[in-house]
Nanobody, 119 residues
């Protein structure tokens, strides 16, 4: 599956952004979808993920309540709504896909979209 993220940009602290990731080349509804991020000088970290139906999202603990992941299988798209953004949310955000359940690796990645939170 090929993934393409969009929606990043420059936003002030406290602002919001919605990231989108469009999938192509395979059956979108057979993949768990996730969002990860990588800040400068740091390792890529998990942000949120959602299962095949979209009914069971899960989040990195400290992001829950500010970030919300959702998917639209009819549009082959997964979203990440980010609210109350903080300076430390600045990172490149990547979309990932995996098939085979929670024990499977995240095998497909997009190129990433830059999110910069700055006043």
């Amino acid at each position: 599956v090929q993934l393409e993220e969009s929606g990043g940009g420059l936003v002030q602290p406290g602002g919001s952004l919605r990231l989108s990731c469009v999938a192509s080349g395979s059956t979108f509804s057979t993949y768990d979808m996730g969002w990860f991020r990588q800040a400068p000088g740091k390792q890529r970290e998990f942000v949120a993920a959602v299962g095949l139906s979209g009914a069971d999202p899960w989040y990195r603990d400290f992001l829950k309540g500010r970030f919300s992941i959702s998917r639209d299988n009819a549009k082959n798209t997964v979203y990440l709504q980010m609210n109350s953004l903080k300076l430390e949310d600045t990172a490149v955000y990547f979309c990932g896909a995996r098939m085979g359940g929670t024990s499977a690796p995240w095998g497909s990645w997009g190129q990433g979209t830059q999110v910069t939170v700055s006043s």
